[in-house]
Each structure stands twice: as C-alpha cells, then as structure tokens.
C-alpha cells in the first residue's frame, strides 16, 4: 500500500507560490499536534517542549506522545538505517535533520491529518519534503516500525540525491523497510515474485518507469519495484554494479539515463537471470 505523498498543504503554510516551506510546515506541526495530543490545551500557548515525549536518535528528531524508546528493537533500527542504506548502496546519506511526528492512537494522527491534510487520502503514514526538513508522520499500529522505515529510507534518500525516479525510490523504500536481517529473503513480496517467476512472469523496468504519479503505484507496482530492486543488489556483483553506478551518478549530479537502458546494454540476459534468481 502506498504510505506516501506530497501533498498539496493550505495556502496559509506555503512560501514562493507553490513551493512548500517545511520550516513553517514543522513550526505548525509541533504546535498544534501537541495540543492535539494534550487534550484541550490551547494551541497558540502550547510549544514544541510539550510534547511528552521527544528524543534524537541519529539525525531523527522525535516528537511523539508516547514513549518510542520503549521499545529498544526500533531505536536500534532507526539509528542504524543510516549505515544500512550507506553500506548497502555505496552512497553518501547525509545528515540532514528528519523530524518524525508520532501520535500514540490513530484518531489523533487523522484529526491533525484531516485538518492541514484534508485532500490525501488516509496512509498509515506519510513523509513529506520540499523545502525545509524532511518530516514523517505516523501513529502507532502493528506495521508502525515496518512503515517508519519505509518513511524514514525515503527521508534519507531524497535528503541525499538530488531527484529518485518514483519508481526506484519506492523500491528501494519497500527493500528498506524490513531490517538488515530480513532484507534479502524475508519480506511479504517475496512469495509473490517467487510464483510469479514460476509463470515465467517477468516485469520490465520500462513499464515502472512510465509509472509518473504516485497514485498510479498499486499492490503490482510497489511488488515489481522491490523485485527489482532485490534483483540487482542480490543476483550478482554484476547486477548490484548497474545499479551502485546509476545511484552514484545521479548523487555526483551526473544525467545517468534511464536505468531500464542501463540494464539492456550490462545484462542482455536479464530476464533469464532475473528468473533464475527468483526461481531458487
């Protein structure tokens, strides 16, 4: 399910004509989702300070109405994505500060979503950069940790390259969501690609790329996208190569073409390769 999206914010909290300015968006945030959270206190005197709970853990700053670092599992997690996503695709995370807006029940998180959010449709949580620092809202849930990670790859990520074609960048999101332990064979996709392999079932980047708006990314796509993904970082050291340099490119701010390009002229037997690695 899709658990992102820029969205459209009231005019009251853009800068430069359509250009959102996440200072003023994080300004707002931290004031009025705490008097959210406090039950009735009055929004114009209630400050970042009282949330009750906030932390820094890495360049995550945490704003949450309930103890996070309860659970020593997702603190280690989160600290550790940075280096996980460094080590993994051999690129420079930078340390951009990243705000993350808890709310302990789902109610909370809707009544502030609704108010400054009224045209998205629900997600269990949501990230949003344009200008300013990254944010990402969530509430608490069964898939809180597994959606954080999520948000917080594409944080690091958009915080890193200067663009990620949508498509990739929620590959990569889906790939980074389960801890390092689990992210070669251990994600809910991968049943599914498996007895799509099976059927000789192959997707083509092309068809990923003509993907151009998040709404069109259904239950398929964000499947095809992390098969993909897997794909070229665990087939061989070939295949993790096309896309290393590709990433490398776009940091070093040099055009690298489109990936589906890339892997026609590096991997001509792509499509048998891609099966035979689904199929063992």
Not at 81 to 98: S, V
Not at 158 to 175: I, T
Not at 195 to 206: D, L, S, Y
Request: charged share 20%; glycine share 4%.
């Amino acid at each position: 399910m899709p658990r992102d999206l820029n969205a459209t914010l009231p005019t009251d909290l853009h800068a430069d004509g359509d250009r959102l300015n996440t200072n003023h968006l994080l300004r707002a945030t931290l004031l009025i989702a705490a008097a959210l959270c406090s039950r009735g206190v009055d929004a114009q005197s209630t400050s970042a300070d009282r949330w009750p709970f906030e932390a820094q853990i890495g360049q995550f700053a945490i704003h949450s109405d309930f103890n996070v670092a309860a659970n020593p599992q997702f603190v280690a997690q989160l600290g550790s994505l940075q280096a996980d996503l460094k080590k993994t695709l051999q690129i420079e995370i930078y340390p951009e500060p990243i705000h993350l807006i808890l709310f302990e029940h789902q109610a909370n998180y809707q009544g502030y979503m609704q108010r400054y959010f009224p045209t998205v449709p629900f997600r269990r949580a949501l990230f949003i950069k344009r200008r300013g620092p990254g944010m990402v809202f969530a509430y608490k849930s069964d898939q809180m940790y597994v959606d954080l990670r999520h948000e917080t790859s594409h944080a690091l990520l958009n915080a890193s390259l200067p663009y990620v074609p949508l498509w990739l960048d929620e590959g990569l999101a889906e790939y980074f969501e389960s801890p390092p332990t689990g992210n070669a064979r251990q994600h809910t996709h991968q049943a599914t690609t498996r007895r799509k392999a099976f059927w000789r079932q192959v997707p083509t980047i092309e068809s990923l790329e003509a993907v151009g708006d998040l709404t069109a990314m259904g239950a398929t796509e964000y499947q095809e996208a992390w098969s993909w993904v897997h794909f070229l970082l665990h087939e061989s050291d070939q295949s993790r190569g096309v896309l290393i340099r590709f990433l490398q490119e776009l940091q070093a701010h040099s055009p690298p073409g489109q990936l589906s390009r890339r892997v026609a002229t590096e991997l001509p037997d792509w499509k048998e390769r891609y099966l035979a690695h689904f199929q063992r």
